[in-house]
C-alpha cells in the first residue's frame, strides 16, 4: 500500500515529496536516470542511475547528502524539493510562499525588536520622569511620520483639498 498515489491535495512527508519532485524535475528536463546520475557525479554526490530510480519509487530511501545534490543538480531550493510536490512543481509558486512565509518571519522579528526596543524607553523614562513627555511626543511623531510614508508610498499622496 505504500505505493498508492497519494490523494489529490494530501502533503505527503518529506522523503516522500522529494521522491515524488525528483521524478518530476528529471522528466520535465528530459533526462534519462543516466543523466541525473552523470550529474550528481559531476557534483561530487556519488549516484548511480539504479539508485536514482529506486528513489524515484521509493524503494530506497534519500539521505541529506544526496537531497543537497539533488537540489543543486536541478538548481532548486532543497526547501522546495522537499515540498508538496503539487505546488513544487510550480516553482513560482513555491518562491511566492517562501516569500510570504520570509516576510512573516521578518514582522515577527521586527515586532519583537520593537516591543524590546519600547520596553527599555519606558524602563529608562521611568528613571527619568521629567523627560517622559517630551520622550513620549518625539516618538509618537516619529511614528506617525514613518506610517505617513509608508502611507504615501503605498497609497501614493492624499488627495488635496
Sequence with gaps: MADAEPESGVLLGGEENV???????????????????????????????????????RKRRINLDEAIGFAEVFGIDLR??????????????????????????????????????????????????????EAEVMVTNAIAEAAEKNLATTYGPPPSE
Design 19 to 57: 521522491a515524488v519532485r525528483i521524478k518530476v524535475e528529471r522528466e520535465a528536463r528530459g533526462w534519462s536516470t543516466g543523466v541525473v546520475s552523470e550529474r550528481m557525479n559531476e557534483a561530487g554526490f556519488e549516484m548511480n542511475p539504479s539508485g536514482v530510480w529506486r528513489i524515484e519509487n
Design 80 to 133: 522546495n524539493l522537499v515540498g508538496p510536490p503539487q505546488l513544487a512543481a510550480k516553482a513560482r509558486a513555491m518562491e511566492l510562499i517562501d516569500e510570504v512565509v520570509d516576510a512573516f518571519r521578518a514582522t515577527q522579528r521586527a515586532n519583537r525588536a520593537l516591543t524590546e526596543a519600547r520596553d527599555a524607553l519606558d524602563s529608562y523614562l521611568t528613571e527619568h520622569p521629567d523627560i517622559r513627555e
